[in-house]
């Protein structure tokens, strides 16, 4: 199947997002991270891999990983691939939560999976192609998808441990909101817990229980992604990159980078200029 690798920018008149993965040229790694919204990764070509809740999900064409609202996961992408991404918001699934704001879909393989897959790639071609009706066409794949999620996919029974951390998870991410929005200044733990009311002691558990990661870490990963889209898409030294996005220098960045990605930044930058 024909893909384009245009990144896509979705319609604000659509009730989702739909668009290419930002790791399809390979080499890519995203650290742990969790959002509201309901994601769905389906991989057409090359091969991604998952890490949910600490359990590795391999994904090779022809197969898809729905991530929960507040699932701590991150995404390993080493080689190139063309990955379709839907995002949906949590509220589309009000009327089939299982618990107070709060809905599970299951990451077993099922019956209909070959039926998700097909619908997924008619929506990314419809969107792409904007042929007339288009967006009538989009939103009537959606509701079809929905349904196959809602009927066939999601978890009717979960444990009262795991909405605790869903919850929790909320509340830790208005803290992550504040993080991304001033990731390039000085923001240590004392500093964040002043700001939010709590101690610096009782915010590195919340970070450490509920995230699975501690919080210069996850700093740090913030970093070096916006590090990595402005190497990609700037004319700005590796230096003047290093400043802006809070590194003390190119050297601080250039060693954040490389553990990430496994290269240095001059490389990575090299790379995407070819």
């Known amino acids: ?10 319609n604000e008149d659509l009730p ?3 668009f290419v993965f930002e790791g ?10 969790w959002h509201r919204s309901i994601e769905i990764f389906a991989v057409y070509e090359g091969r991604i891999s998952f890490y949910i809740n600490e359990e590795e999900y391999l994904l090779q064409p022809g197969q898809f990983m729905v991530v929960n609202s507040n699932e701590i996961h991150s995404v390993d992408s080493p080689e190139p691939n063309m990955t379709v ?24 393989v099922k019956s209909q999976d070959e039926r998700m897959m097909i619908l997924l ?26 349904y196959l999620l809602v009927t066939k ?3 009717t029974q979960v444990s009262r441990e795991r909405v605790k951390k869903s919850h929790k998870l909320n509340r830790l991410s208005v803290i992550t909101s504040y993080v991304k929005d001033h990731y ?8 964040l817990a002043e700001i939010f009311g709590y101690s610096p002691t009782y915010l590195s558990r919340m970070f450490q229980k509920y995230a699975g990661i501690n919080y210069m870490s996850y700093l740090q990963s913030i970093r070096v992604e916006y590090a990595f889209q402005e190497l990609a898409n700037t004319e700005r030294t590796i230096s003047e990159i290093a400043l802006e996005n809070g590194f003390p220098n190119s050297k601080a960045l250039a060693k954040a980078f490389r553990k990430k990605y496994g290269m240095l930044p001059s490389e990575y930058r090299k790379r995407t200029r070819k």
């Open 85 to 108: 991404v839907i995002q949906i918001p949590l509220k589309v699934f009000e009327k089939y939560y299982t618990g107070e704001h709060f809905i599970s879909f299951t990451h077993d």
């Open 16 to 18: 989702f997002k739909v």
């Open 153 to 155: 996919y999601r978890e």
């Open 1 to 10: 199947m024909e893909f384009s690798h245009e990144l896509i920018v979705p």
């Open 121 to 146: 790639s008619s929506i990314y071609r419809a969107y792409t192609e904007k042929r007339c009706g288009y967006d009538l066409k989009v939103q009537s794949l959606f509701y079809e998808l929905l």
């Open 24 to 33: 399809r040229e390979g080499k890519y790694f995203r650290d742990k991270h």
């Open 184 to 191: 390039s200044e000085e923001l240590s733990l004392e500093r």
